[in-house]
Structures are given as C-alpha cells and as structure tokens.
C-alpha cells in the first residue's frame, strides 16, 4: 500500500474536519473489498466511496474549504481520536485510485 501522502483538516468548526468523517468509511471499504474477492461489480460502490469520502483527503497545505493548514498524514498522532483508522482507510481508498491529486 502506497505511504499516505494527503493531509486532513483540523479545524472542528470546517465541514471538511477530519472528526467529521463518518465512522463507516472503514466498513464500505471492507464491502467493497469482499465484493471485488467475489467478482462481484463494485463500480457503483466505488464512485460512491469516492463521492463520499475523497474531499476529506485533501493533496494540499491549506483547506480547501476553511484555509487553515492542514495535518499532513504522514505519521499517526496518538493525540487526534481515530486518526489511526483514518489514515488506513484513506490509503486504502488511494490504493484503490480512489483518491488522486485533482
């Protein structure tokens, strides 16, 4: 799996934050992945994951959304709650070419 190189907001109040994420994003991945096990379609799915999640996974210093800096995810801090999953999850979703620089 590729080294994450997207960053995450912190800002609680920005609609992009980080916290703001909904839990399920490791669970839709997972759906997809056993989908795709199965030679199942997942391409609906995939979009979907796209459209829900990749705004979140930012390529840039500064928010797009609030214009503060932004957490390059490079290394988990212990300090942010969920950053950890986060971080798998998105390079899970880049992995998949679902998240690109635009």
């Given at each position: ?58 390529f ?28 798998q ?14």
């Amino acid at each position: 799996m590729p080294t994450p190189d997207f960053g995450l907001c912190l800002n609680q109040d920005c609609v992009l934050c980080y916290c703001k994420i909904p839990k399920s994003l490791s669970d839709q991945i997972g759906t997809v992945d056993a989908k795709k096990k199965r030679n199942e379609d997942t391409s609906k799915l995939d979009v979907a994951l796209k459209e829900a999640f990749a705004r979140f996974f930012q390529f840039t210093f500064i928010c797009s959304e609030c214009g503060r800096s932004m957490y390059r995810a490079t290394l988990p801090g212990p300090e942010f709650d969920g950053l950890n999953d986060l971080l798998q999850s998105g390079t899970r979703l880049r992995a998949k070419g679902l998240l690109s620089h635009p």
